[in-house]
């Protein structure tokens, strides 16, 4: 018994390890407030056809790098950020587009992509790409990311970074949101930037 109740500590503190720490250890470098060096354009694909940052100018961009695979990370801060959405009145609404980006190509196809952010929010939109596009779009607002291969049933996990990078409407990076950001946060950082707009 005693042994059993050890074993649950362990694993729980390894959980709460994974949850709090790794996230924000991914990318070293990314900071509250971005440098002038960060974000950029890029073009992937989504459900829909090719879509480009520029696509968007006139509109908050909130733009997370992810997988459908992942466990807590992904669906905690898409959580938040659908709560956000849905607070917002139809005009702010319209003038946000919320993009999520995966890292996990060869699992995540545009229809899994659609599914997916769909359940959180319907104006989320899934892109893809070749990996050597998604790594210039990661690139561009420092994120990281890697595989690790796990052993299990699963076959991998991807450890990524978790933070949503808010873009003004002039297609600037103006803020980087930490992972598990709460809605009211994330709605302030909405409307502050739509006043820049």
Not at 2 to 18: D, E, P, Q, S
Not at 69 to 87: H, R
Request: hydrophobic share 40%; charged share 20%; proline share 6%.
């Amino acid at each position: 018994m005693k042994k059993i109740l050890i074993g649950i500590i362990v694993a729980l503190t390894l959980l709460l390890f994974w949850v709090l720490i790794v996230p924000q250890t991914a990318d070293k470098h990314a900071l509250s407030e971005p440098s002038e060096s960060r974000g950029g354009d890029f073009t992937l694909q989504s459900a829909h056809g090719p879509v480009a940052l520029h696509d968007f100018k006139g509109k908050v961009v909130l733009l997370y790098f992810g997988y459908t695979s992942c466990p807590d990370i992904c669906p905690t801060s898409l959580g938040f950020t659908s709560q956000a959405l849905a607070t917002l009145d139809k005009t702010e609404l319209d003038k946000v587009q919320m993009l999520f980006v995966t890292v996990d190509p060869a699992r995540d196809t545009l229809d899994k992509l659609k599914s997916y952010t769909g359940y959180f929010h319907p104006s989320i939109m899934g892109l893809s790409g070749t990996p050597e596009e998604i790594a210039k779009a990661a690139k561009l607002y420092g994120v990281g990311y890697a595989r690790q291969d796990t052993g299990s049933a699963g076959g991998y996990v991807v450890d990524h970074s978790a933070y949503t990078y808010v873009i003004a409407p002039d297609g600037n990076l103006l803020k980087t949101l930490d992972h598990g950001a709460p809605p009211a946060q994330v709605v302030e950082t909405i409307r502050a930037a739509l006043k820049k707009g």
